[in-house]
């Protein structure tokens, strides 16, 4: 069984194996857990047989005006089950207050998005790659 949760309580690093697939410089597990622990919003899908995450979403936001969707990701061994669209459904409802919630995709992506009444927009970004696995907290990386 899958269950969703909106906390990281009882969630160690070794909960967290098998995310950022293709990344060059992924973020260790451990930065994985802080990544998750300083977002605004996180949902979070946890098989209950292993007590592992098997999807994330995270969120940044104001809580008043605005909110940035940065990551979503399924593992691989659990893709197509409707865990994305779950993840994005329960933190696009707990967003629903909010003037603008956005996030950046690649156009392959849109018409899972626009499925929640998000439409395509133009986007600028930085992306420093030297800082991939994540910025400050080096004495955590072990
Ligand atoms: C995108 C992702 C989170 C979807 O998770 P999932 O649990 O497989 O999603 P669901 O089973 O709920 O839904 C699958 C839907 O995602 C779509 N999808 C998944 N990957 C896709 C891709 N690369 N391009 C286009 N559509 C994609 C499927 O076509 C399917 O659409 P449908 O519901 O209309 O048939 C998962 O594929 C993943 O982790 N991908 C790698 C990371 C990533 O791309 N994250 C999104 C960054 S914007």
Redesign the pocket.
Known sequence: MIRYTDSTEGIGPGNLAGFF?GWPNPPSQETHLRILEASGEIVLAIDDETGNVV?FVTAVTDGILSAYIP??????S??????????VRRLLDVLGSLYMVD????P??G???G?FGMRPAHAMVIRRYDRQSGAGGEEHEG
Do not use: K, T
Request: aromatic share 8%.
């Open positions: 697939v999807g990551l979503l990701e399924v593992l691989p659990h893709q197509g089950r409707g865990i994305g669209h779950e993840l996030l950046a995709c690649d392959e992506m018409s899972f998005y499925g």
